[in-house]
């Protein structure tokens, strides 16, 4: 499966359905809330290098199939403060997708590409249109469903990080469309003590009675190596 993606042209279809370079200078909106702040516009790869890779396992178990893989990073150039120019390697196989090269971006962007899989294999599944999908995970980081200050070990440590969750479809009137996905929760857990600002991205979807779990899918962060 080959998906080629802008990443800022996402993000912003993500954020307010704004086509954008990207190359061009992105300032958040102002009524952006603490949560699409912290992920769309914060410079998660603060102190990164040149030449650095980010590594994160990735795991899939669902009713139709089960693997695990890898996603990369890689920092090609620091263009200024805060603007990097990346590529990707994300999975690999047939689960790999062809993600073009960033310019100039800051912040992470495998948050936009975790998102863009997500919903891409969402439409695939129901015949229903991405954009629809797309909106709905939007709409629902106005109002997550939880915002938390946490602690969490990391590499032997505890430290302390932000926690998002979303239920994009819970509530949703069209849900009886795709009623797999209605109870579907997105987990997302920051913290500047992990390099690339991201810890762990996970879906999870829930049997009805919710004693079953028919989808659950995690990214976390495994290590960076640093540049020459």
Not at 7 to 12: D, G, K, S, V
Not at 39 to 45: C, Q
Not at 118 to 146: C, E, H, V
Not at 156 to 174: A, L, R, S
Request: charge should be neutral; aromatic fraction near 12%.
């Amino acid at each position: 499966m080959l998906m080629r993606s802008f990443i800022f042209t996402i993000m912003f279809t993500l954020l307010c359905s704004t086509p954008m370079l990207a190359e061009t200078k992105i300032l958040p909106p102002p009524d952006l809330n603490e949560a699409q702040k912290l992920i769309f516009f914060k410079d998660h790869l603060q102190g990164v290098t040149k030449g650095s890779q980010l590594s994160y396992d990735f795991t899939s178990r669902t009713d139709k199939q089960r693997f695990q893989d890898k996603i990369i990073i890689r920092v090609t150039n620091i263009v200024s403060q805060g603007k990097r120019d990346l590529e990707f390697d994300f999975l690999s196989g047939e689960n790999h997708i062809d993600f073009t090269p960033a310019k100039s971006y800051t912040g992470n962007p495998v948050i936009i590409h975790f998102l863009e899989r997500d919903i891409s294999l969402m439409s695939k599944d129901t015949g229903g249109w991405n954009g629809y999908f797309r909106n709905r995970i939007r709409n629902s980081f106005r109002k997550p469903a939880q915002m938390d200050e946490i602690t969490f070990d990391f590499n032997g440590k505890m430290v302390k990080g932000t926690e998002i969750v979303v239920t994009p479809f819970v509530g949703d009137p069209n849900s009886n469309n795709f009623k797999l996905y209605a109870n579907k929760r997105y987990e997302f857990l920051f913290s500047d003590k992990v390099p690339g600002g991201i810890f762990r991205i996970r879906t999870q979807v829930l049997s009805e009675n919710g004693e079953q779990t028919l989808i659950d899918e995690n990214m976390t962060f495994k290590e960076i190596t640093p540049g020459a």
